[in-house]
C-alpha cells in the first residue's frame, strides 16, 4: 500500500496543489504541504461510487448525518476517552473552517488568543478574521516539555481562549498528559476556552501517547472545544471535510449558530460526510499501515537529515513532518529554500512567520508522507548540495 509503486505521480502533478506537485516545477520533489502522496484506502472510493450511483444527492440535515455524528462519537468514546455526545459533534468544511468557526463564535473584536509558537498558521490567521489578537507564546522549537507558568504570564482581562494544536505542527511534539492537566488547570482558574486541534492525534510515534485534552475531566472539558479532520490520517484534503465537538449544548449553539449551517449554509457535502464516516469505521487496518511506513520513513529522514552539516533534526513524536534547525548552516530559512529549491531541486517549507510564527525561523520542515524512493532521493539531492 505504501510503496513508490503504489503513487501515482502523473495525478498528482494534476492534482495536488498547495505547494506540492502539481505547484511545483517539473523535476521538484515537494516535500511540502502534510498530504500523503498514497492513494486513499479502497473502502472510501467503493462508498463514495456506491452513494453516487443511487443518483441522489439531496439536502441532509444541517448538523450532519447520523452516520457521520455517530461514527466520530464513537470514535472520541472508544479512541480517545472522551464521552462524545453524536448530537455535539458535527461535520464541517475541514479542520481549518472548524478552526475558523470556533474564533467567530467565541471571540469579539479586541479580544486576545493565545497560540503557541511555532504554530501552524491557521490560529492566527482564524483569530485576526474575526478581529481579535493572537498572542505568541513562544515554545521550544522541538519536543522538550512546555512551561506553562509562562504562559500564565500573557494572560489579561482580554484572554478568551487558547489554542492547542496536539500533536503540534510543525514540531512534532505530543503534549503529555502531565502537562495537559497543568494547562487544563489554568484554563479553569482563569475561565477561558480551549480550542484543541487533534487533526494529528492519529499520527503519533511510539513510545509518545497521545492524550485528548477533553480526557483530562469534566471540567476542563466543558471549557473545550475539539476539532479533527481527515486529511492527515486518511489524505483526504481535497473533500474538505473536518469535526467539531462541543461538550455541552450551550456551546454548540454557538457553534452552530457561527456555521450558518441551519441559517444558509445547510451543511457539508455528503460525499464528504460518506467518505469521512468510511474512514472512521472502515479504514482503521489503512491508518495502522500508514503509521507503520511514517514511522520507518521518519527514522530513516531524521537520521539522514543529523549526517547533513549543520542540520540538527529533533525526531518527532507525532505529525509527519520534520522540522529540522538548520541554524548552523549560516543562512536563513529562506536561503535555504531558495537554494534547495534551485539546486537541489527539493521544495521545503521554510520556517517564515507567516507559516509556523516568529519561533520557527532557523528550520525547515519537510513532510515525509512519502515512498522510501522519493525520500532517499530528496536526502541524496539535498546531501550532494549542502554537502557540496
Ligand atoms: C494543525 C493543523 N490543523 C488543521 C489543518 C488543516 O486541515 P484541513 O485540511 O482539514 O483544513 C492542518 C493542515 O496542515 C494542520 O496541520
Known amino acids: 500500500m505504501f510503496q513508490n509503486t503504489s503513487i501515482q505521480f502523473e495525478l498528482l502533478k494534476k492534482r495536488a496543489f498547495n505547494l506540492r506537485w502539481a505547484a511545483v516545477p517539473e523535476g521538484v520533489i515537494p516535500l511540502t504541504a502534510a498530504d500523503p502522496d498514497f ?88 483569530i485576526e478574521a474575526v478581529n481579535a489578537k493572537a498572542v505568541s507564546f513562544a515554545i521550544p522549537a522541538g519536543i522538550a516539555n512546555v512551561n506553562f507558568e509562562e504562559l500564565e504570564t500573557l494572560i489579561t482581562p482580554r484572554t478568551k481562549m487558547i489554542c492547542l494544536c496536539n500533536p503540534l505542527n510543525p514540531t512534532g511534539k505530543v503534549f503529555t498528559k502531565a502537562e495537559l492537566t497543568q494547562l487544563a488547570k489554568i484554563v479553569s482558574q482563569h475561565g477561558l476556552l480551549i480550542l484543541s486541534d487533534e487533526i494529528w492525534s492519529d499520527i503519533v510515534f511510539e513510545p509518545a501517547v497521545f492524550t485528548s485534552m477533553a480526557s483530562i475531566d469534566e471540567a476542563i472539558r466543558q471549557q473545550t472545544i475539539t476539532i479533527t479532520g481527515f486529511s492527515k490520517s486518511y489524505g483526504l484534503a481535497g473533500l474538505r471535510i473536518g469535526a467539531v465537538i462541543a461538550h455541552n449544548q450551550k456551546h454548540f449553539q454557538m457553534l452552530m449558530d457561527a456555521s450558518l449551517h441551519y441559517s444558509t449554509i445547510h451543511g457539508v457535502s455528503v460525499l464528504s460526510q460518506v467518505a469521512a464516516t468510511t474512514a472512521l469505521n472502515q479504514c482503521d487496518y489503512w491508518l495502522k499501515g500508514f503509521v507503520n511506513h511514517l514511522t520507518n520513513m521518519k527514522n530513516l529522514l531524521v537520521n539522514e537529515l543529523n549526517t547533513i552539516p549543520g542540520f540538527k533534526c529533533i525526531a518527532p513524536e507525532g505529525c509527519y513532518v520534520a522540522f529540522t534547525d538548520i541554524q548552523q548552516t549560516n543562512l536563513t530559512s529562506q536561503a535555504l529554500y531558495e537554494r534547495l529549491l534551485n539546486e537541489a531541486k527539493v521544495a521545503v517549507v521554510p520556517g517564515l512567520k507567516q507559516w509556523f510564527g516568529e519561533g520557527a525561523e532557523g528550520h525547515i520542515r519537510m513532510s515525509f508522507a512519502t515512498s522510501e524512493v522519493v525520500l532517499r532521493e530528496a536526502m541524496q539531492r539535498i546531501k550532494r548540495e549542502v554537502k557540496g
Open 39 to 126: 492513494p486513499s484506502a479502497p473502502e472510501i472510493a467503493e462508498a463514495i461510487s456506491g452513494f453516487a450511483k443511487e443518483k441522489y444527492y439531496c439536502y441532509v440535515a444541517p448538523e450532519g448525518m447520523t452516520d457521520f455524528k455517530e461514527s466520530i462519537a464513537h470514535y472520541f468514546q472508544t479512541k480517545r476517552h472522551v464521552p462524545v455526545s453524536p448530537a455535539l459533534a458535527f461535520p464541517v468544511n475541514s479542520a481549518a473552517h472548524g478552526i475558523y468557526l470556533t474564533c467567530k463564535a467565541f471571540l469579539n473584536p479586541g479580544d486576545e488568543a493565545i497560540i503557541f509558537d511555532p504554530v501552524d498558521f491557521l490560529f492566527r490567521y482564524s
